[in-house]
């Protein structure tokens, strides 16, 4: 372990102030290697029961390795080279909560239009999905925009007379 006393730490009052440590009078112990466990095909028939056995041992050192026996297989194992999945898309530059907010409305529109009978087709610019959230928040802008505008002016107006 390293030692850490008055005599080796310095307080630094540059950009923080907080101490640090002189390198000509710090020296680093590696911590200890995290103890291997290589239990027989019999002991290992109750992992469980194996693991609480080497429990004291590795609490010791906070953390430990498990080599099961060589023919052992897990009871559920994937068949790597046959499985197929289909991954989500997932479009990392919008924030999670933006993403919830535009699936609740795509969902309520989709609502709306089955409720009339109809099928919600999303219509499509040069062959791109056109976002309906983004055109709604436009609209809404701009809707909030003009009132604001003919408000001034028939304050205008009424300032006037």
Not at 98 to 107: A, Q
């Amino acid at each position: 372990m390293g030692k850490c006393d008055e005599a080796n730490v310095e307080v630094s009052m540059g950009d923080s102030a907080s101490p640090t440590m002189k390198p000509d009078n710090f020296s680093f112990t590696p911590p200890p290697e995290a103890p291997v466990f290589e239990p027989t095909p019999e002991e290992f028939l109750d992992p469980l029961a194996y693991i609480s056995k080497i429990r004291p041992i590795a609490e010791k050192s906070g953390i430990c390795k498990i080599k099961p026996p060589a023919h052992w297989q897990p009871p559920f194992a994937v068949d790597v080279d046959r499985l197929r999945f289909t991954p989500r898309i997932q479009r990392l530059n919008e924030l999670e909560a933006i993403t919830r907010v535009k699936l609740n409305f795509l969902d309520q529109i989709i609502k709306f239009w089955e409720l009339q009978g109809s099928v919600l087709k999303i219509p499509t610019v040069e062959r791109k999905p056109l976002d309906l959230y983004a055109l709604h928040k436009i609209v809404k802008e701009a809707a909030s925009f003009m009132r604001v505008e003919v408000t001034q002016e028939l304050f205008n107006e009424n300032k006037r007379e």
